[in-house]
Each structure stands twice: as structure tokens, then as C-alpha cells.
């Protein structure tokens, strides 16, 4: 699971808008190893990443 770190609408799910804060990705939605890391870094439209990974650790 990721978490939005900047608002963008996903170009490749109808311009589905993601709010920061919100999880990636929507339920429904399995997106491709290649577009979460596209999302993750700056290699899409933006250049900044968008996503990134939740911390799955319990303190």
C-alpha cells in the first residue's frame, strides 16, 4: 500500500483525483509494478514523486 504525498489525478484511471493522505491505490485498482514505481519517483508528467510507501511496522 502507498500513501498520495502530493495531489494528482491519475491520467491512467479517468483523472481519478488522489488528495494527499489518501492510499494508493484505489480499491479496484491494481495498477502495474512499472506505474507505481512511475508514481513513486520522478520518472512521470510531474517529476516529483507522488506516492510512496506506507510504513507497515508496528511501534
Same mark, same amino acid.
Given at each position: 500500500? !502507498?500513501?498520495?504525498?502530493? !495531489?494528482?489525478?491519475?491520467?491512467?484511471?479517468?483523472?481519478?483525483? !488522489?488528495?494527499?493522505? =489518501?492510499? !494508493?491505490?484505489?480499491?479496484?485498482?491494481?495498477?502495474?509494478? =512499472?506505474?507505481?514505481?512511475?508514481?513513486?519517483?520522478?520518472? %512521470?508528467?510531474?517529476?516529483?514523486?507522488?506516492?510512496?510507501?506506507? %510504513?507497515?511496522?508496528?511501534?
Amino acid at each position: 500500500m !502507498y500513501k498520495v504525498i502530493v !495531489y494528482f489525478e491519475d491520467l491512467q484511471d479517468k483523472n481519478y483525483p !488522489y488528495k494527499v493522505g =489518501d492510499a !494508493y491505490p484505489r480499491k479496484g485498482l491494481k495498477p502495474t509494478r =512499472d506505474r507505481i514505481e512511475e508514481l513513486a519517483t520522478d520518472k %512521470n508528467i510531474r517529476g516529483i514523486p507522488l506516492i510512496k510507501a506506507e %510504513n507497515k511496522s508496528k511501534k
